[in-house]
């Protein structure tokens, strides 16, 4: 662990072959103060030394700025944290076959340790002669002195950087509570979790694993599968790895590094992850033993306090985000049969083009009050000639009560439609109003009831408006007219109020976008302005066939949560 704590307050400085103008001043001043050709700020690295501070080194190794370990002193104050005063390299034993010395030309050799706030030993500040050389008392004070200067220079490098670092984890907390929340499955919890993850210290490979009872199952996003997943997509909950320690003990797993994992793991925990070519991994177990969250690297990692405080608290935030989506979906499952069953599936009609789209509120029965429903007739009865009815409605509430009710207006306004031998919208809704005053139904609804009827190249739409979001028409040349017209709310209407039929023309080309208003209403935007917003996505992709215009609208509500049932339905002249 000491080594990685080296590395890792190496990076932070960071400081690398690169020329660094603080570290070539400390240079300038050994040369000056001991009257030396040559002195470096020599930093280790795993496999050679770097120089960020040099003055008169000869080619090619002022251009290269540094060299293999083959040609390092530094090397050995590193190992011992000790200073290395040699007044001839070539007469002691530990330096006499370094190939410094003949491609160098370092006779004389004065090191002393470069430290950081831990004690790690980074480097050396070193003056070199090509000469042998008696180092006096001074000069080696003097190395000293510029020594300690320097080291605090590195310590304040190292401090800075962490600071910004733990802005970045504060930061990276702020991302998490509100990515998380907004997800709404497994698959986008897994890519949310993945893209909060930026930067030099980015992992490898983020993972979200799953216990269902005989171990663990790894969620994929479809979009951006790994290799990780495609090699080990399932853990017995008895493999020995990490991940599964994790779970079974129900504590944070750590393997800091490839040693680590050969003296805890089992040679098949070591095959799988060298053959991904991952070295490190913390696994943090979710809440109620739903899972395991886990980050590797692909190369040894430190995991200082606070980052792992970070990356506990993501976990925390992920498991809410596994419970809430787990919950959301075994509800949908069932309620999505029972919407199904109640929803109308879309007639053939010669001339029309139709497709439909309803999505359940996401925070309570997952089922509820919006509908729609399309159905042929003969109108006038008995001439052979077909017209298309068309509903679209609202019952308040988004739950079972309101989805029954739904299933009663619905069926009580095809009803009222086919009593009526004009098939008047208004009259059937008129009808409708009647029967609920004698049926405590609940709140309220809206609702938009129209009629489609083909002629003279063109399709002729009749329909009345209950109190609901207004109807848009696209056509062919992208202008989009909003029906605005509108009566009463279908529930609760005072007896006596009227109802009224409307005619609007449909040529070859226009599309018909009648909707709820889980499609148009914002806590943050005026519900006409949103209108005004479908209104203006319809003109431009009106043209496109219609499941990518639904695809479209839905898209525009995935990062809202979703508080109301949505309905759309959306006819073609074809």
């Known amino acids: 662990m000491g080594e990685l704590g080296r590395t890792e307050a190496l990076r932070l400085a960071g400081l690398t072959a690169a020329a660094d103008p603080g570290m070539e001043r400390f240079a300038r ?20 030394q770097v120089f960020p501070g040099m003055v008169g080194l000869a080619e090619p190794w002022a251009t290269e700025r540094g060299t293999p370990l083959s040609h390092s002193f530094c090397q050995h104050v590193v190992t011992t944290g000790r200073p290395l005063i040699l007044t001839d390299t070539r007469l002691d034993s530990l330096t006499c076959a370094s190939l410094a010395i003949p491609d160098l030309q370092v006779i004389a050799y004065a090191g002393m340790p470069l430290t950081d706030a831990d004690g790690h030993v980074l ?9 042998p050389r008696d180092w006096t008392a001074d000069e080696l004070q003097d190395l000293e002195d510029l020594t300690a200067a320097c080291s605090v220079e590195l310590r304040l490098r190292i401090a800075s950087e962490r600071t910004r670092r733990d802005r970045d984890h504060a930061r990276l907390l702020l991302r998490a509570s509100v990515e998380l929340g907004h997800s709404h499955d497994l698959a986008d919890l897994a890519r949310r979790l993945r893209n909060l993850f930026q ?40 493999a020995d790895f990490p991940s599964t320690q994790a779970m079974r003990e129900q504590r944070t797993v750590f393997v800091p590094d490839r040693e680590a994992l050969v003296a805890g793991f089992s040679a098949d925990a070591v095959a799988g992850y060298d053959s991904l070519s991952l070295r490190s991994a913390l696994c943090v177990p979710l809440m109620r033993g739903r899972g395991v969250l886990m980050w590797c690297w692909s190369a040894a990692h430190l995991l200082e306090v606070t980052e792992e405080a970070v990356l506990t608290a993501v976990g925390g935030y992920a498991s809410q985000a596994v419970e809430r989506t787990l919950f959301v979906e075994n509800r949908l499952s069932t309620a999505e049969q029972l919407q199904a069953a109640m929803l109308t599936e879309l007639p053939s009609v010669p001339g029309l083009d139709m497709a439909a789209l309803y999505l359940p509120a996401t925070d309570q029965d997952m089922v509820g009050g919006d509908w729609y429903d399309a159905y042929r007739l003969q109108h006038p009865p008995a001439s052979g000639q077909w017209s298309l009815m068309l509903s679209i409605g609202d019952v308040i509430g988004h739950d079972v009560q309101a989805a029954t009710v739904m299933g009663q207006v619905r069926s009580m306004l095809r009803q009222a439609t086919l009593a009526h031998a004009a098939h008047s919208p208004a009259a059937a809704l008129k009808a409708v109003d009647s029967a609920f005053e004698a049926l405590p139904l609940g709140p309220g609804a809206t609702a938009v009831h129209a009629r489609l009827d083909p002629g003279d190249g063109r399709w002729l739409l009749t329909w009345s408006n209950a109190g609901h979001p207004p109807p848009l028409v696209r056509t062919p040349d992208g202008e989009v007219t909003t029906l605005g017209a509108h009566d009463l709310m279908l529930l609760g209407t005072p007896d006596g109020v009227a ?11 226009s599309v018909l976008l009648l909707y709820t208003d889980g499609l148009v ?13 479908t209104a203006a996505t319809l003109a431009a992709i009106g043209d496109r066939p219609l499941p990518m215009v639904l695809e479209t609208l839905a898209h525009r509500l995935e990062d809202m949560p979703q508080r109301d049932d949505v309905a759309v339905l959306v006819v073609r002249v074809t």
């Open 29 to 48: 001043l050994v040369t000056r103060f001991l009257r030396v050709p040559v002195a470096l700020v020599s930093l280790l690295e795993p496999d050679r």
């Open 123 to 131: 480097g050396s500040l070193c003056a070199i002669d090509h000469h």
């Open 199 to 238: 930067g030099p210290t980015e992992p490898s490979y983020v993972g979200l694993l799953l216990a269902d009872g005989r171990g663990l199952w790894r969620v994929v996003d479809p979009e951006d599968v790994r290799p990780v997943e495609v090699a080990i997509d399932r853990l017995d909950m008895n």
């Open 499 to 509: 109802r009224h039929d409307r005619e609007h023309p449909l040529p070859r080309g």
């Open 521 to 533: 209403e914002r806590r943050d935007n005026d519900i006409d302005e949103s209108v005004r917003e």
